[in-house]
């Protein structure tokens, strides 16, 4: 007999904290191991990977990682010049919420048992700027976006529901103004 796993506790707040951590992004080779080597440089380090990104470049011979990263800061520095010693790794910067815009994308299926429910459940949707992308008589799936703080908010409000699942991307970074990421 399989248990399904809920990715929401509703006694608990979400961890997912992205005020506390760093976010890494990198330019990397698109070549078969360079996420392992990578990873590896983290786990030495005692850095925990909180959140992680990958995707095809617009050169399909490189790709683009963001990285949430959790550990001591001291060592962040250290971290950043090991991924410059790595061969794929073209280049590696920290971004702070100050220059840089990091969004993060959640969806959200929460069970609806009746009318009243489903309006409550709406308005907060309307309220954080999501959307209803999937709707049937039993469940919604409901997409929030944002920063990684409004998310959570949005979280937490739905958990006085009975939230079925949720799946969240992930982080993903741009440098703002002129400069690249």
Excluded at 19 to 28: C, I, R
Aim: net charge neutral; with cysteine; charged share 20%.
């Amino acid at each position: 007999m399989s248990r399904q796993i809920s990715t929401t506790d509703k006694n608990s707040a979400p961890n997912w904290d992205g005020s506390g951590g760093h976010t890494l992004s990198m330019f990397v080779n698109n070549k078969p191991g360079v996420l392992m080597r990578i990873c590896q440089v983290f786990a030495r380090r005692a850095y925990n990977i909180d959140s992680l990104v990958v995707a095809q470049g617009r050169d399909p011979r490189y790709s683009r990682l963001t990285l949430g990263i959790s550990g001591d800061p001291a060592g962040l520095e250290q971290i950043i010049l090991q991924c410059h010693k790595l061969v794929d790794v073209i280049h590696c910067y920290e971004h702070t919420p100050d220059d840089s815009v990091v969004r993060e994308l959640t969806l959200i299926k929460v069970n609806v048992s009746g009318p009243e429910k489903r309006t409550e459940i709406l308005q907060i949707v309307e309220h954080f700027g999501g959307k209803t992308v999937d709707f049937s008589s039993t469940s919604m799936v409901i997409r929030i976006e944002g920063p990684t703080e409004k998310v959570n908010a949005a979280i937490q409000l739905l958990n006085n529901y009975d939230i079925i699942e949720t799946v969240r991307t992930g982080k993903v970074v741009m440098a703002r103004g002129e400069g690249g990421t």
